[in-house]
């Protein structure tokens, strides 16, 4: 039976994502709709469909056993919707997230169940994932009323022969003069979503008194990097690259502990003593599944922002080392930095705001970006999105300097990397949502 007889009530197979032999195993993988979830547009899965091949046997259901268990112990790695067997083919279907790594997923999950030896002693690990940030969770919507097509088409049918019978009868009755009345045109209601209505900034509700602010930085153009006479500047921030930035909103703070906790329910924090200074001490892979998380609170959908719109942002239109000016001898009135700040992180909103209105986007800690690591800007996107092709995939761009760094590495082109896994305290984030 071929694979669309299968799937063809259930899922519709919109692309292929790979075909290829593991060793036994004629693996291939697609991108699909899911047709049975009640949701517009349809949410996407992906299914796995493989054949074991000649006479080597592996176990199936160990395989699926193990992606199962995989996406229920890592917040990360997409779960398994369903596992079924037809014939000699296997077929799975998971969640999708844009990016996931599911074929080498697989390759490693194979080879480990090949041997015995192997199976006892290997550790699958998988928290390689890039989730989508236009997670289509955030969207689900419950049908209030659910009706047969055959009591559709009944009810329907009836509506319509009432209907006519009533004009019919009407057409009987003696008709009056028409009376015109001159009524104003309604005017619409905005939109309830200040995304939507182009709010220049918003406060978010996250509960108890807790609020994610933030501010709509317009659409404009730039130059990415920093020019050669810069003082202070490397290498790694050339050569200069011209970028066009849709409109965003971003956060007017770091995400701060107590955000942190409202959405995560733990503090990792090492300068805890006051709830409103950022959180840090947390990897690159654990902001993206805050970010996932205060997505299904607050129904906008949160990510990290690129490298080209931290910067952006930062620069708020300047084009000097500083947001500023290019001397570093006002840095202590706008950031926490090693001349100021004693060896340790500060509460948000005690420095002077950028011209944007943005908070400590010099100094205080440094930032996560969405942006895998490039050793220059050469090939950087002219159109304002993370660079994620190409480059190290397992290490991340950083930006802004910290509390524990000197003034050059504050400047608004300063950037650095970290292993996406890495813990340090003088690195946190901040939060951004694309405009409409």
Known sequence: ????????????????ISIKQVSAIALSVYLAENLEMPITPKPWCVIYFWQVLGEDVLDREAIAAK????????????KVQAFFTEEDNCYLVREYLEGYEYLEEFSRIVNALSTPEAKKNSEISTVKALPNSRAWANSLAKLPIKISRRQLIISTSCAIAGFTLAIFLENLKPQPSPIIIAEPQPVPEPPSDPIKRGDKAFRDDLGNGIYMEMVRIESGKFALGSPPNEIGRRDNESPISEVNVPAFYIAKFAVTQEQWVAIMGSNPAMFRENLQAPVENISWLETQDFCRKLATRSQHLYRLPSESEWEYACRAGTNTAYHFGDSPSQLADYAWFSDNANKRSHPVGQKV????????????????????WHDNLNGAPADGSAWISDGYASRRVRKGGSWS??????????????????????IGFRVVISAM
């Open 1 to 16: 039976m071929d694979l669309d007889t299968i799937l063809n009530k259930r899922y519709r197979i919109r692309q292929t």
């Open 67 to 78: 992606l199962y268990e995989i996406g229920q112990n890592y917040t990360l790695a997409p």
């Open 353 to 372: 705001p950028n011209p944007w209105g943005l908070y400590e986007m010099h100094g205080g800690i440094w930032e996560w970006c969405e942006d895998v």
């Open 405 to 426: 760094n000197e003034a050059r590495l504050c400047r608004s082109a300063s950037r650095e990397w970290h292993w996406q896994s890495d813990r340090y305290n003088d």
